[in-house]
């Protein structure tokens, strides 16, 4: 067929990572940390500031165009009680292009955080919002197409229960837990968290039938440990389970810290059956930014050649509270050191 890559694009992009042993259904980010609502919307507990995220990922651009995943992320805390608890606000828009398919997903998400004791917070979050899937149905091509051999787009596709577009609301949460104690009174923070996404199991059919999308469910934790000779080491791991399948991710990064407020990042993932990443980037106390590149080792890559991947974030900060007001939340006048995740 004139469009067979396209079609083995959204295959691979829609029911894929069932090729080897555990993909999700959804769309990953390497830089997972760099996406805080698509990885736990109660992360914003841990959130000082107002933050914005731009991110972009390509791969697999050898075939045909690719896939593609552009992000926006926004955070907005709101401080009550004398620093003690607080709400959190959060806006996150996903595009996703992979061929002739096109993902929009749009959610608003709101979080409550809870000074257990001292540097001792637990947070939870409710997200919802609407997901549109699109398919360009005119860049396709059919059987009933093609007429002894000669392929002829204006031949009808006899496709008619395929709709070019369908939208569902959509529902979520998260839960965690994390410390944020500061360098002097501690030499470690750590954080650990469940969400859970699709709860309501939308249908996402493009056809008239149903198709459910399977709820997905993730673990997180990890820890920051606080060098003295300004290197600090932030080991990462999360499991997510969707669909009957699984991923395990584990990550490493090194911070090497020039000041209070500015410090050189980098790390690497491994997640199973899927690809070894590189990550660097450098904090700010005003932004940050991120790269990382996947070298993936499925078996798929025996096949199909380029299907690498490159992911850039770019985040900036505006601190808009007074400090007297956030000293339960923030560890002092430090920008970049003061929460156990890392950067991106």
């Not at 009550?80 to 959190?88: A, F, H, Q, T």
Request: glycine share 8%; net charge neutral; hydrophobic share 40%.
């Amino acid at each position: 067929m004139k469009n067979i890559k396209v079609l083995l694009i959204v295959a691979l992009a829609c029911g894929l990572y069932h090729i080897d042993v555990a993909r999700a259904q959804d769309a990953r980010n390497t830089q997972s940390l760099g996406s805080p609502l698509r990885m736990n919307p109660a992360m914003m507990g841990a959130n000082t500031d107002m933050r914005i995220i731009l991110g972009y990922r390509t791969q697999w651009n050898s075939i045909e165009k690719g896939y593609s995943t552009m992000s926006f992320t926004a955070m907005h805390p709101f401080f009550i009680n004398s620093g003690k608890s607080k709400l959190d606000l959060g806006v996150s828009v996903y595009n996703e292009q992979v061929g002739a398919f096109q993902t929009l997903d749009a959610s608003l998400a709101l979080g409550y955080n809870l000074q257990i004791t001292d540097n001792n917070n637990l947070s939870v979050s409710l997200m919802g919002g609407y997901i549109q899937h699109t398919l360009d149905i005119n860049s396709l091509s059919f059987d009933s197409q093609y007429i002894l051999g000669s392929y002829d787009a204006s031949n009808p596709s006899n496709e008619l229960s395929l709709r070019n577009k369908s939208g569902v609301a959509d529902a979520s949460f998260g839960v965690m837990w994390f410390t944020n104690a500061p360098r002097d009174k501690s030499k470690l923070n750590a954080y650990a968290g469940v969400s859970g996404y699709h709860m309501n199991q939308p249908n996402e059919s493009l056809l008239d039938g149903t198709s459910q999308m399977p709820m997905k469910l993730s673990f997180q934790g990890g820890v920051k440990v606080y060098g003295k000779n300004k290197i600090d080491i932030s080991p990462n791991a999360r499991l997510t389970v969707q669909n009957g399948n699984s991923e395990i991710a584990v990550g490493l990064y090194a911070d090497y810290v020039f000041s209070d407020n500015a410090k050189m990042v980098i790390g690497a993932w491994y997640r199973r059956n899927d690809a070894i990443a590189f990550v660097a980037g450098f904090d700010h106390k005003s932004f940050t930014i991120g790269y990382s590149y996947d070298l993936v080792t499925t078996p798929l890559i025996q096949s199909i050649s380029g299907l690498m991947a490159h992911e850039i974030t770019l985040s900036y900060k505006l601190s808009q509270i007074k400090r007297s007001k956030i000293s339960s939340f923030d560890a002092g006048s430090s920008s970049v050191s003061i929460t156990p995740f890392a950067s991106f």
